[in-house]
């Protein structure tokens, strides 16, 4: 099946945005080694120093770069195809820990690594070509089609449940309630930030679409939905090891996005049975490649994995509330001696 222009440059975008942001957690770790070298405090109990090393400030840039890249893709290139591109930015940073940070990549990442490589490809081929759009109120026409209002009013509520009757009760113990409101979220932010991608490339090219309301009310969107993922997603770094949040978040919000794209700009509707089902089977594999990575990225020292484990209860609101481990929350706790990783999961999932 042959790729469009659109297609591949939203492709190569992709992987340049892969490339510059697994770049950066390479150089922000080395960073943040030198600062804590110097200051003798580690970011992750508490210290500040990081913020006086010039090659964090060199790392942030360099995600910056990648973020920019990817916010220009989504403008060219299906969320179908955009999205699941994200884990490539994983195996970027773990070939990189392993030559640089001496960091030992274990066989099953390595295998990991090949399956999201493979099941990009795969996305990449069969990929549905984008519809042209000639103005941000197409866009506003597609976000006020019936299916994607009843989808949106479905994560309103979801989020509302998840915030005031979860959150309080068992949000510090189960991982699923911090990470399922950031993807919720997340899905309608990416929504928003290809309508505004896409609004600011008319712009671009001659047809200025920041004289509509529409423009506007998607960047405020963009804000909204942005500063709450970041909100509930530090809560969720704060609380648990990123081994478990990480592959935890990718799988829900990756899904969750590919599902509101779908819906809206109806990316399934020209594309053949065989095309559909060879996307979910590539997009299969870059998932459980990606979850492969992140398990066996802290095998060594990640606490994650060696926990009591309890088996969850079979109601979705016991499942809630039950924990994921003792109860306590201890078996999925976040390693306070284990550098921050708040920026790298997100930069990665926005």
């Avoid at 992987?15 to 030198?34: A, E, H, Y």
């Avoid at 509302?160 to 399922?180: D, E, M």
Wanted: charged content about 10%; some cysteine; overall charge negative.
């Amino acid at each position: 099946m042959g790729i469009s222009t659109d297609n591949l440059k939203g492709f190569m975008l992709a992987l340049l945005s892969s490339g510059f942001i697994g770049v950066s957690f390479i150089i922000k770790k080395i960073g943040l080694r030198r600062a804590a070298a110097a200051s003798g405090v580690r970011a992750g109990v508490g210290g500040y120093a990081y913020l006086m090393e010039p090659l964090w400030w060199l790392g942030m840039i360099t995600m910056v770069i990648g973020e920019v890249a990817n916010f220009v893709a989504y403008a060219f290139a299906p969320a179908v195809l955009v999205t699941p591109l994200g884990a490539l930015s994983i195996i970027v940073s773990a070939g990189l820990a392993h030559f640089i940070l001496n960091e030992q990549l274990h066989q099953l990442g390595i295998l990991g690594c090949i399956m999201c490589i493979t099941g990009s490809i795969i996305i990449v081929i069969h990929a549905p070509q984008e519809q042209p759009i000639s103005s941000v109120q197409e866009i506003w026409n597609m976000a006020s089609q019936l299916a994607f209002l009843v989808y949106v009013g479905s994560v309103i509520v979801l989020v509302f449940i998840l915030v005031f009757y979860f959150a309080p009760q068992c949000g510090h113990s189960n991982v699923l309630v911090f990470t399922g409101i950031c993807s919720l979220i997340g899905s309608l932010s990416v929504m928003s930030v290809k309508a505004l991608g896409t609004s600011l490339k008319l712009t671009f090219e001659g047809k200025n679409q920041l004289i509509y309301p529409e423009t506007w009310f998607f960047m405020f969107v963009v804000a909204i939905c942005v500063i709450t993922q970041m909100n509930y997603l530090n809560k969720a770094l704060d609380t648990f090891n990123t081994a478990i949040v990480s592959p935890i978040y990718y799988v829900l919000f990756t899904s969750l996005t590919i599902l509101a794209s779908v819906i809206m700009f109806k990316e399934w509707d020209d594309q053949s049975a065989g095309s559909i089902v060879s996307e979910i089977c590539a997009f299969v594999i870059v998932l459980s490649g990606t979850i492969l990575l992140h398990m066996t990225k802290d095998f060594d020292r990640s606490s994650s994995f060696r926990g009591n484990y309890t088996p969850l209860s079979p109601t979705l609101s016991t499942r809630l509330c039950n924990g994921n481990g003792n109860g306590n929350g201890d078996f999925v706790q976040h390693d306070e001696h284990n550098e921050p990783c708040e920026n790298e999961v997100y930069s990665r999932y926005t």
